[in-house]
């Protein structure tokens, strides 16, 4: 069973782009969830979509948005890149909703660097 | 602040030794997880464990919960240099998994 994957594994940008990352979920699964993790700092959660559908999203800017498409896979799209946004982006599957209930899946994760 | 709060920070022991490390938390809880992350990669599941569980085993890993303490610790016995990694342990909160800071376990060979 393939896992969750992620692209790119890099990506370089300078300040005021945009990065757009992707994420295909295990198959079956529903839920795709993202974490932003910069260095030396645990996962903070960003969003989490299940059935196309925005669940939940954590306390960032709007200009960090996204969505699921009809095959369940995801896009994280940050608009006006700041230095600060530079981190490992981390997307995870489940088999569906309710956050805490089942174990998640990461994929390997996006390094974004903003220059 | 975090919901979940591990400690030690950072933990350095020598192979065989066994390795424990502790979550704690604010809310109630339904279940506890505990992730690995080796580094700069994506996390590993390792153990769920509901709040009606005191304890879990899978493998070397021995997983406690005491839901009046608000408190979990994660047990690896007889520890080798390939568990050298960061350990999480992550709560719902929110309708979201919150996860704390992290322990950074080193087993030197």
């Known amino acids: 069973e393939a896992g969750v994957t992620q692209s790119p594994t890099h990506l370089i940008k300078t300040r005021g782009q945009q990065a757009t990352l992707r994420c295909s979920p295990i198959?079956?699964?529903?839920?795709v969830y993202w974490y932003q993790q910069a260095l030396g700092l645990g996962l903070q959660f960003l969003l989490w979509y299940d059935e196309g559908e925005e669940r939940n999203r954590g306390n960032f800017p709007p200009r960090f948005s996204g969505r699921q498409f009809p095959n369940y896979s995801s896009e994280l799209n940050v608009n006006a890149l700041e230095l600060e946004d530079s981190a490992l982006y981390l997307c995870?599957?489940?088999?569906?909703?309710?956050?805490?209930?089942?174990?998640?899946?990461f994929g390997p994760g996006t390094r974004l660097t903003v220059t | 602040s975090q919901q979940g709060e591990e400690d030690p920070q950072a933990l350095s022991i020598q192979e065989g030794e066994n390795a424990t490390m502790n979550c704690s938390y604010k809310?109630?809880?339904?279940?506890l997880q505990w992730y690995r992350q080796n580094s700069g990669r994506g996390l590993v599941h390792l153990i769920l464990?509901?709040?009606?569980?005191r304890e879990k085993h899978s493998g070397r890993l021995r997983v406690t919960l005491d839901t009046s303490k608000k408190s979990s610790s994660l047990l690896i016995t007889a520890s080798r240099a390939a568990d050298t990694a960061s350990y999480f342990c992550a709560v719902e909160y929110g309708n979201k998994l919150v996860f704390g800071a992290g322990t950074i376990l080193r087993v030197k060979s």
């Open positions: 809310t109630s809880i339904n279940n």
């Open positions: 995870a599957s489940s088999p569906r909703g309710d956050a805490s209930s089942y174990e998640q899946y």
């Open positions: 198959s079956g699964h529903t839920s």
């Open positions: 464990i509901r709040s009606n569980e």
